[in-house]
Structures are given as C-alpha cells and as structure tokens.
C-alpha cells in the first residue's frame, strides 16, 4: 500500500520561495501514476495545485502556473514542489496525493494522500 | 473553470438517520464527479468517484448519484464516525484544472 509523506519548512517569508517535497514509499514513482499537489485554507477550501508524471510531463492549476513548478525525483523516490513569490494567502495545508490508477478515467481522483503540513506565510 | 457548490454547508442530522448531500457543477461534468470525507486533523478519504463507485474499503451506507451538472451523496443510518466534512470534486476537465466544492460540514444535532 502506498505510502506518501510531505516534508520542507513550515515557516516562510513573503516574497520568498516555498519548496516541499513528498517522499513516496511502498510503490516506485515511476509507476504509471499521476502524482499531485493540492492545498487548503479556511478561505478558498481545497485547490488542486499541479501534477507530475515521472517522464516529467505535468499539468498545473492556471492560477498558480506562473509561480509554480512540480519535478520528480527517481533516485529518491520522491516529488516535489516549488512555489514562488510568496504572500500571506500561500499559508495553507499542502498535501501530496496519488491518482487512483494509470488509466486516463482514473485521473484526478485521489484515492491516496499525504497527511499534509501546514505551511505558514508571515514575516 | 468548474465550479461546484455544495448545499448545504451544515447538515445536523443524528446517528441512525439518513442523509443527502447535495453538489451542483456550473457546468456538465458528466459523471466525472467525487467526493470526499475529512475528518479534523485528517487528509481528505476517497469516499466514491465517477459519481456512484465506492472507493475500496468504503461501506455500503455511502451511495453518490447524479450525472451532468447534480450530484448527491447519501449517508444511510449515520454513524458517529460519519460526522465529518464531505466535498466533491470534479475529474473532468482536460487538460487537467480539478477543482473542489466548499463543502458540506455534517454535525451532530
């Protein structure tokens, strides 16, 4: 069963530069699964950030893309995220998740997630 | 984008009741709609994706339904681990922009 684990600094600057990293265990991120990055806040709810195949090709949510930038890493096993120029209302829970399958049906549906950490904004 | 609103954002209900969720899409979705169960301090759970499939694990007190732009999910005699927030999402668009409703808090009465 697949195990997914977020990690990075929970404490950051505006202006600065977010980077988390979710460690994957118990399946290879080269398997045919598409990895992603969703947050939430009290504000806006759940928002779906981005995601990742492990070839590198990716999809993100057009509000974040230009401050964005999702990259797997196959020797660690692990995905990551970059969010820049950051402000207060990037304070939120980031989670990593996995697709429930490799078939294109089976896209978007998040059937296993990180616990999530908390990431605050503030100077 | 997709927009999906949730009715109504509190439910009290009480345990042994049944109950329906409701999720409406700005748009058609198809069938491509699912929800979510998130209890305090806890990820969101895969509750039943493509509209009415429960996911692996999931009892048979959860059924969703609808296609298009309505969706409901209904809970069949609550139990006290039911009481929870529920959000759809919808899975349809291509190129991908997944997007989430805001939620229905479910409470105990």
């Known amino acids: 069963q697949v195990q997914l684990q977020e990690s990075g600094p929970r404490l950051l600057k505006p202006a600065g530069t977010l980077s988390l990293t979710c460690n994957v265990s118990?399946?290879?991120?080269?398997?045919?699964?598409?990895w992603n990055w969703v947050r939430q806040t009290p504000e806006k709810g759940l928002e779906w950030i981005g995601d990742i195949y492990h070839t590198g090709s990716g999809n993100y949510n057009p509000s974040l893309k230009s401050r964005a930038t999702i990259s797997v890493d196959k020797s660690k096993n692990q995905f990551s995220l970059q969010l820049r120029s950051l402000t207060a209302s990037d304070t939120a829970i980031y989670y990593c998740?996995?697709?429930?399958?490799?078939?294109?049906?089976?896209?978007?549906?998040?059937?296993?997630w990180g616990p999530g950490t908390l990431v605050t904004v503030s100077s | 984008e997709v927009v999906l609103t949730q009715s109504p954002a509190i439910l009290s209900a009480s345990p042994g009741e049944r109950v329906t969720l409701s999720c409406r899409a700005s748009?058609?979705?198809?069938?491509?709609l699912v929800w979510y169960q998130q209890r305090p301090g806890q990820a969101p759970r895969l509750l039943i994706y493509e509209s009415s499939t429960r996911a692996t694990g999931i009892p048979a007190r959860f059924s969703g339904s609808g296609s298009g732009t309505e969706f409901t999910l209904t809970i069949n005699s609550l139990q006290s681990e039911d009481f929870a927030v529920y959000f759809c999402q919808q899975s349809k668009n291509w190129p991908p922009m997944y997007t989430f409703g805001q939620g229905t808090k479910l409470e105990i009465k």
């Open positions: 118990g399946d290879s991120i080269v398997s045919s699964y598409w």
């Open positions: 748009q058609s979705v198809d069938s491509h």
């Open positions: 998740a996995r697709d429930k399958g490799p078939l294109n049906s089976q896209r978007g549906i998040f059937e296993s």
